[in-house]
């Protein structure tokens, strides 16, 4: 379906409300369905319009999982010329590059698709991506083509993997998670709820550590204000019973605290790119908040990483250092895709396109009457063949009982 012009701008102007989360959007549209439609053409566009061929382009890379065989190759990217280091990446700084579904991922297939890439881009300056097996070995592949391509790796994950170290081989974490999981057990139902620790995720979960580490500074802190006995409300001796254990870990609240502080210091400093100078700059920062040996351990470590991820380059010149841009451009896409953890990989991955690049509503407006639906069909069909979703209703119809 080709819309009119007055009829795409309309359009525009709801997909930009809804891409701002202003969900009115929808009232834009005849149907629920033909909202979504004009995201998806939009995705499409993004992911198919013409780049520029540049030298200067930094790709991020990562895969998303699903339910089901599938998992999706995602390639954002930027030019250097174009990056305001001063500032965090955005959404909007970002294009789409490359987007493909994999049943079965592989170094050889994501070398495959970086190959693709560079057809749209030329030959990019640094790819930014975690040290995942198939991501790494992928670009094991590619450099040997391309020498000159650097393989900065995400400073995040690597801080994760540097925690897990540590706290894996510390007894103390470990009974800390459990008395915090006691703990929540057994005041969610309570009027102690609002005490209720966090629980930390499942995946990743040594990339989610501040909240949990978070709640146990504060809510001591609040016992030894003596908060609880300023609430008539609240039975002292239960809020001893549960939270007083909190007491014992003061010294490790303390000693892990310092290990996130050095973590995030990191993590804010690479923000502005990985450059010559970084090194002895971060150690400047992090001098002061290194205090235990466990917190000394983990700035030289992070300092070595980054040693290495600064080694060779020009002076004055500055690589992206983190792919949290590309983590949040995939959790906005996940609360889009309201379903994703039961329907599948569906046509919805499309959308990542809209989330991405500078939108104005004439942009907007030339990619719907650019891209048809019958373009977003053909897409799916090549791309994500037969849906998960679409697997179940004809297993489902099969056994249908008059």
Same mark, same amino acid.
């Given at each position: 379906?080709?819309?009119?012009?007055?009829?795409?701008?309309?359009?525009?102007?709801?997909?930009?409300?809804?891409?701002?989360?202003?969900?009115?959007?929808?009232?834009?549209?005849?149907?629920?369905?033909?909202?979504?439609?004009?995201?998806?053409?939009?995705?499409?566009?993004?992911?198919?319009?013409?780049?520029?061929?540049?030298?200067?382009?930094?790709?991020?890379?990562?895969?998303?999982?699903?339910?089901?065989?599938?998992?999706?190759?995602?390639?954002?990217?930027?030019?250097?010329?174009?990056?305001?280091?001063?500032?965090?990446?955005?959404?909007?700084?970002?294009?789409?590059?490359?987007?493909?579904?994999?049943?079965?991922?592989?170094?050889?297939?994501?070398?495959?698709?970086?190959?693709?890439?560079?057809?749209?881009?030329?030959?990019?300056?640094?790819?930014?991506?975690?040290?995942?097996?198939?991501?790494?070995?992928?670009?094991?592949?590619?450099?040997?083509?391309?020498?000159?391509?650097?393989?900065?790796?995400?400073?995040?994950?690597?801080?994760?993997?540097?925690?897990?170290?540590?706290?894996?081989?510390?007894?103390?974490?470990?009974?800390?998670?459990?008395?915090?999981?006691?703990?929540?057990?057994?005041?969610?139902?309570?009027?102690?709820?609002?005490?209720?620790?966090?629980?930390?995720?499942?995946?990743?979960?040594?990339?989610?550590?501040?909240?949990?580490?978070?709640?146990?500074?504060?809510?001591?802190?609040?016992?030894?204000?003596?908060?609880?006995?300023?609430?008539?409300?609240?039975?002292?001796?239960?809020?001893?019973?549960?939270?007083?254990?909190?007491?014992?870990?003061?010294?490790?609240?303390?000693?892990?605290?310092?290990?996130?502080?050095?973590? /995030?210091?990191?993590?804010?400093? #690479?923000?502005?790119?990985? !450059?010559?100078? =970084?090194?002895?700059? *971060?150690?400047? &920062?992090?001098?002061?908040?290194?205090?235990?040996?466990?917190?000394?351990?983990?700035?030289?470590?992070?300092?070595?990483?980054?040693?290495?991820?600064?080694?060779?380059?020009?002076?004055?010149?500055?690589?992206?250092?983190?792919?949290?841009?590309?983590?949040?451009?995939?959790?906005?896409?996940?609360?889009?895709?309201?379903?994703?953890?039961?329907?599948?990989?569906?046509?919805?991955?499309?959308?990542?396109?809209?989330?991405?690049?500078?939108?104005?509503?004439?942009?907007?407006?030339?990619?719907?009457? /650019?891209?048809?639906?019958?373009? #977003?069909?053909?897409?799916? !069909?090549?791309? =994500?063949?037969?849906? *998960?979703?679409? &697997?179940?209703?004809?297993?489902?119809?099969?056994?249908?009982?008059?």
């Amino acid at each position: 379906m080709v819309l009119g012009a007055a009829t795409s701008l309309r359009a525009a102007t709801g997909v930009l409300q809804l891409l701002s989360g202003r969900l009115p959007f929808l009232e834009q549209a005849p149907s629920v369905n033909a909202g979504r439609g004009w995201l998806l053409r939009i995705g499409l566009a993004q992911l198919t319009c013409e780049k520029q061929h540049a030298d200067d382009w930094v790709w991020i890379m990562d895969h998303t999982l699903q339910l089901g065989p599938y998992k999706c190759l995602i390639i954002v990217g930027i030019r250097l010329s174009a990056w305001d280091a001063k500032r965090p990446l955005r959404h909007e700084d970002m294009a789409l590059l490359n987007l493909t579904p994999m049943e079965q991922s592989s170094g050889e297939r994501v070398h495959e698709q970086l190959e693709a890439t560079v057809r749209a881009t030329g030959v990019p300056r640094a790819v930014v991506s975690d040290e995942g097996t198939d991501l790494k070995r992928g670009m094991e592949f590619f450099r040997r083509a391309y020498p000159t391509v650097r393989h900065q790796h995400d400073l995040k994950h690597k801080n994760a993997l540097l925690l897990k170290k540590e706290l894996t081989e510390d007894d103390r974490w470990g009974a800390f998670v459990k008395e915090a999981n006691r703990t929540k057990l057994g005041t969610t139902q309570t009027s102690l709820a609002f005490l209720n620790p966090p629980g930390l995720k499942t995946k990743a979960r040594y990339m989610n550590l501040d909240a949990l580490v978070s709640w146990g500074e504060r809510t001591l802190n609040y016992l030894d204000a003596g908060g609880p006995a300023s609430d008539a409300s609240l039975d002292q001796r239960k809020v001893e019973e549960k939270l007083g254990w909190l007491r014992g870990y003061r010294a490790d609240l303390h000693r892990w605290s310092e290990l996130l502080q050095v973590a /995030r210091a990191a993590e804010k400093a #690479v923000q502005g790119g990985i !450059r010559p100078s =970084l090194c002895d700059e *971060l150690r400047a &920062q992090v001098s002061p908040l290194t205090t235990t040996p466990a917190a000394r351990v983990l700035s030289d470590d992070i300092l070595a990483f980054l040693r290495e991820q600064s080694a060779g380059l020009a002076s004055g010149e500055r690589l992206i250092g983190s792919s949290e841009v590309l983590e949040s451009i995939i959790g906005k896409y996940k609360r889009l895709q309201s379903c994703h953890s039961k329907g599948g990989m569906t046509s919805m991955l499309l959308s990542i396109g809209a989330l991405v690049g500078r939108r104005t509503s004439s942009l907007i407006a030339s990619a719907l009457e /650019r891209i048809r639906t019958a373009d #977003v069909d053909q897409w799916c !069909r090549t791309h =994500l063949g037969i849906t *998960l979703q679409s &697997q179940r209703r004809l297993a489902f119809s099969a056994t249908k009982t008059e």
